[in-house]
Nanobody, 124 residues
Framework: QEQLIESGGGLVQAGGSLKLTCTVS????????MGWFRRAPGKEREFVAS????????AYADPVKGRFTISRDNGKKTADLEMTNLKAEDTATYYC?????????????????WGQGTQVTVSS
């Protein structure tokens, strides 16, 4: 069974940067679509970014376009989320997830396996 572990969260000042990494064990990584979601305090979990089999399939939520970059390394079985120009409203628990390829996917229901989450706190 696939297992996902997120890392790289922490506390950062507004305007700063962080890189989150999702490491996957089990399964055939290069057949997965990878997604990042987040849940802010008191809010529903929401889509952040997704990458399919190749960079031809990448999707971002509007609030993070131009600031966040998703990437994957099939050899390392990892998916990264590089976050720049962070804002207080980016504060949330960030989750990575696995879904079926090949295309990027935006909805939670399309993802079968989830990590436990990593906290990102942006101070203003």
């Amino acid at each position: 069974q696939e297992q996902l572990i997120e890392s790289g969260g922490g506390l950062v000042q507004a305007g700063g940067s962080l890189k989150l990494t999702c490491t996957v064990s089990g399964g055939t990584f290069n057949t997965f679509t990878m997604g990042w979601f987040r849940r802010a305090p008191g809010k529903e979990r929401e889509f952040v970014a997704s990458i399919g089999w190749t960079t031809d399939w990448i999707a971002y939520a509007d609030p993070v376009k131009g600031r966040f970059t998703i990437s994957r390394d099939n050899g390392k079985k990892t998916a990264d989320l590089e976050m720049t120009n962070l804002k207080a409203e980016d504060t949330a628990t960030y989750y990575c997830a696995i879904g079926p390829g090949p295309a990027a996917r935006r909805t939670e229901e399309e993802y079968a396996y989830w990590g436990q989450g990593t906290q990102v706190t942006v101070s203003s």
